[in-house]
């Protein structure tokens, strides 16, 4: 399982987790911040967990928490 989590408060919309993930990521009209699409809120944490299905997903994630300069985004695997 892959475990994907975003503090979306902190967020400063530079787009990087949409162009590196796709997938899971697409930034909000509203307020231009990311939304980690499919997760669930907790105390302002976002997390989505999804199958080690595809290393793809892993791989493309994780190169978002790299490039995410305020450090929101952390990727871990159960």
């Known amino acids: 399982m892959i ?13 990087y987790c949409v162009e590196l993930a796709e997938e899971q990521w697409r930034m909000s009209k509203k307020d ?4 980690l699409l499919g997760a669930v809120n907790k105390k302002g944490f976002h997390t989505l967990r999804v199958p080690m299905d595809d290393d ?10 790299e490039a995410c300069p305020v450090n929101i985004i952390k990727v871990s695997q159960t």
């Open 32 to 35: 231009g911040k990311s939304v």
């Open 3 to 15: 475990i994907i989590t975003h503090q979306r408060d902190k967020c400063i919309g530079c787009n």
């Open 56 to 65: 793809e997903v892993l791989h493309n994630n994780e190169k978002a928490a």
